[in-house]
């Protein structure tokens, strides 16, 4: 499924073309996957409609890839052909602590052809085992939405018995949940989400309290991680951060349909009392490759909606109007 023009997403108009491809050729320490399934991320959606557009049309999209090796390029060493593996955001960079901030860094589906497509290619560093306790569809949204928000969570530098808060409750939050719980399993966890649908599904998983994007939780949160597209849950989140309360934003980009409401934010009310906000910038080869063994071992739950490759205009248009259960998948093989 290839992306060919920026536009915006709507019932009228499939963003993407099924179109016949190549099979790619792995280069030098590079992989040829055979893709079995592929994560839908709204940052597909920012890809599509412009806000972080592809430097180079047309791309395969998609980068929460799982499948298995059926090639290797020159001077491979780290996984086996047949070995199942996944990849993320990052398709390749330099290696370095913080190559997720370095020029170098390259997005899959975005830079490079990622896996709504039968094959792909990859340079070995930035492919990763797959626990065996998740099925293809399972491990697909691990990739990013777990990776990510596992860096997300990080970055709050949260201690154990501190109040964390959510923010959105998609593909990432319904997996950072389950990781807090484990991780910080003193700590009471709230999520605030727009729909009761979610309200319910994020107190199934443990959350101690959900309600509504502006309602009244039982203490304000020592952090709060946001996983919206959009404003008004980022000024409602600083306005329930205790003081020295941190806000980490975990989106590549903000939608501008109300960005206005930034105009209403009070220095005193939503600023004041040394509180911070904190952006997550991609995510790291580290991110993924420490994440996916602790996913194994909670092990997370992984709620996913799946459809067939050929659906993926469908599967956007469905994440785009918020119809929302855990993550979106396409089964591609």
């Known amino acids: 499924m290839v992306l060919e023009t920026i536009g915006s997403i709507d019932e009228a108009y499939d963003s993407l073309r099924p179109v016949d491809i190549p099979r790619p050729e792995p280069g030098d320490r590079e992989l040829l996957i055979e893709v079995s399934a592929c994560g839908v991320c709204h940052t597909e959606l920012d890809e599509i409609e412009g806000r972080t557009p592809p430097p180079e049309l047309p791309v395969v999209p998609g980068h929460e890839v799982v499948g298995r090796v059926v090639e290797r390029g ?74 990510v928000g596992y860096r997300a969570l990080r970055l709050t530098g949260i201690q154990n018995g501190q109040v964390l808060a959510l923010t959105g409750f ?30 319910q599904f994020a107190r199934e998983l443990g959350a101690d309290w959900a309600g509504d994007t502006e309602a009244e939780a039982p203490q304000l949160a020592h952090a709060f991680i946001d996983t919206t597209p959009v404003w008004k849950p980022v000024i409602a989140a600083l306005e329930r951060l205790r003081p020295g309360g941190r806000l980490v934003i975990n989106a590549i980009r903000k939608e501008s349909v109300d960005r206005q409401l930034l105009a209403e934010i009070s220095y005193e009310k939503h600023l004041w009392q040394e509180k911070e906000i904190k952006t997550v910038a991609n995510v790291t080869h580290r991110d993924i490759a420490e994440f996916l063994p602790i996913a194994a071992r909670v092990p997370l739950r992984v709620e996913t909606q799946t459809y067939a490759l050929e659906d993926a205009n469908q599967a956007l248009r469905d994440l785009k109007s918020g119809h929302i259960r855990g993550a979106k998948v396409l089964r591609v093989m």
């Open 170 to 199: 998609g593909g990432s939050g319904h997996l950072v949940l389950q990781l807090a719980k484990h991780l910080y399993p003193a700590s009471p966890v709230f999520v605030f989400a727009r729909s009761t649908r979610e309200q």
């Open 74 to 147: 020159t001077d491979c060493h780290r996984h086996a052909i047949g070995d199942r593996v996944g990849v993320g955001w990052i398709h390749s960079s330099d290696g370095r602590e913080f190559e997720n901030l370095s020029e170098a860094f390259c997005a899959t589906g975005r830079d490079a052809n990622g896996g709504y497509a039968e094959y792909m290619t990859v340079p070995e560093d930035y492919a990763y085992p797959i626990p065996e306790v998740f099925s293809d569809a399972e491990a697909a949204p691990l990739l990013c939405a777990g990776g």
